[in-house]
């Protein structure tokens, strides 16, 4: 489960490959030195794993969210953070609940975290220069060719599941499941260009890369699973879209089923918070914001708890993985709907990715996100199901979403596709 060595901080064209969450601050000043990998067959607990293996790098993660008035050093050797990923499957496990069918990306581990260490600024900026192949990385991409997405169901199929969720909630199994659907295209050449334009859609806030040996994770997820700052603990689940437009602005905001859906979420992370240890009276900051992601608006709510006590990472991690917008509520029997419906497991998608500073954590929500490897790019999309919602509709708002990443990942001028994937 642990690996040491530098770990695999560049894209394959060379460009840094920056961890989703990082602060700004230390993103050309810090490096990788040590890892630690945990997959579904390894057995045990992976949220007291991971936890243990952060606490014995020296970050404080036993007692979240006391330090923030702390001094952090940060000369050089010192430690920076630690990039964390936590699968669909892995968050399902930390959970107790059923963990799906298997990934399309085994190469992937369901767990990762990878420790950073300050070091010379010159010294990084000299190995990413070094490292660039001749010419503007950017403007050339002379290799990279991305062939036809096949999708792991139909439409029909998609929207067979649709009718499965609405036979769940009749029988009063579910309130609300989160359905989704894989697509995965062949690619040759170099991927480093098409998946830095993905992190750099408009509304990525955790925008960025991970790698490893023979696979990487690029996302441009607007979501924030979990963040924990000066001590208060924070989630903002976003359920409900429509396309960027004024008339989809208003449909969104006078829609409601969209705001039901959403309220339906928002009384999950609430409960998802009351069970923290360590934490005060849980409170709704912001109800129903619409903010924008690429094309299309999302409504976006924050849900927060003061740390009155000791909270600890892997508490928090059995708390909110896996996110309660791309599971549904009940949490546990939402997640074996999920493993009835869906015909291919989560992957990379669905998940949680993002920093564990000295003073904080900022995980973001692996939604517009994908993952590469075996010569295949692989993508996740879906919706949230209530009784009221239309078959049709959720497959097109799934495509919807997976359209921006496709545009991504085809770049500039590349000839359209007969349909999105994951529709």
């Known amino acids: 489960m642990f690996h040491g060595g530098r770990g695999y901080d560049h894209c394959a064209t060379g460009a840094p490959a920056v961890p989703p969450g990082s602060p700004a601050s230390c993103q050309r000043s810090h490096r990788p030195s040590s890892r630690f990998e945990w997959y579904l067959s390894d057995g045990g607990d992976p949220a007291e794993l991971v936890s243990a293996w952060l606490s014995s790098n020296g970050l404080p993660v036993r007692k979240l969210g006391r330090s923030a008035e702390a001094s952090h050093p940060n000369g050089a050797g010192t430690i920076c953070g630690s990039s964390l990923y936590v699968s669909a499957t892995a968050g399902s496990v930390m959970a107790g609940g059923a963990v799906g069918q298997p990934t399309p990306v085994p190469e992937i581990p369901d767990v990762v975290a990878v420790l950073y260490r300050h070091t010379d600024p010159a010294e990084v900026a000299g190995e990413a220069l070094a490292a660039l192949p001749d010419g503007d990385a950017e403007s050339s991409e002379p290799t990279w060719s991305l062939g036809p997405w096949t999708d792991s169901w139909s439409a029909r199929e998609h929207a067979n599941a649709v009718?499965?969720?609405?036979?769940?909630?009749?029988?009063?199994?579910?309130?609300?499941?989160?359905?989704?659907?894989?697509?995965?295209?062949?690619?040759?050449?170099?991927?480093?260009?098409?998946?830095?334009?993905?992190?750099?859609?408009?509304?990525?806030?955790?925008?960025?890369?991970?790698?490893?040996?023979?696979?990487?994770?690029?996302?441009?997820?607007?979501?924030?699973?979990?963040?924990?700052?000066?001590?208060?603990?924070?989630?903002?689940?976003?359920?409900?879209?429509?396309?960027?437009?004024?008339?989809?602005?208003?449909?969104?905001?006078?829609?409601?089923?969209?705001?039901?859906?959403?309220?339906?979420?928002?009384?999950?992370?609430?409960?998802?918070?009351?069970?923290?240890?360590?934490?005060?009276?849980?409170?709704v900051d912001e109800l129903f914001a619409v903010r924008r992601w690429s094309g299309l608006w999302q409504a976006e709510s924050e849900v927060s708890a003061p740390i009155d006590g000791d909270l600890g990472l892997a508490d928090l991690l059995r708390a909110v993985c896996p996110g309660g917008s791309v599971t549904g509520a009940p949490k546990l029997a939402a997640l074996d709907v999920i493993a009835a419906c869906e015909p291919v497991g989560r992957g990379a998608g669905m998940g949680a990715l993002g920093w564990i500073g000295p003073d904080h954590v900022d995980l973001g929500l692996t939604i517009r996100t994908v993952a590469?490897?075996?010569?295949?790019?692989?993508?996740?999309?879906?919706?949230?199901?209530?009784?009221?919602?239309?078959?049709?509709?959720?497959?097109?708002?799934?495509?919807?979403?997976?359209?921006?990443?496709?545009?991504?990942?085809?770049?500039?001028g590349a000839a359209g596709e007969d349909r999105p994937p994951c529709g």
């Open 163 to 283: 009718r499965a969720v609405h036979d769940a909630i009749r029988r009063g199994d579910v309130y609300q499941v989160n359905v989704v659907g894989h697509a995965s295209a062949p690619y040759t050449g170099d991927p480093g260009v098409a998946l830095q334009r993905v992190t750099k859609l408009p509304g990525a806030r955790y925008g960025g890369i991970l790698t490893g040996r023979d696979w990487v994770i690029a996302t441009a997820s607007p979501e924030t699973l979990v963040e924990v700052r000066a001590g208060r603990v924070v989630t903002r689940p976003i359920k409900g879209t429509r396309p960027a437009t004024a008339v989809g602005r208003r449909e969104l905001l006078a829609s409601a089923k969209e705001r039901a859906e959403h309220v339906m979420i928002v009384d999950l992370e609430r409960n998802d918070l009351s069970r923290l240890p360590g934490t005060g009276p849980v409170r």
């Open 372 to 412: 590469v490897t075996g010569g295949r790019v692989h993508l996740w999309a879906g919706g949230g199901i209530t009784i009221d919602s239309d078959p049709a509709a959720e497959v097109a708002e799934a495509a919807a979403k997976a359209a921006p990443i496709r545009a991504a990942l085809a770049g500039p």
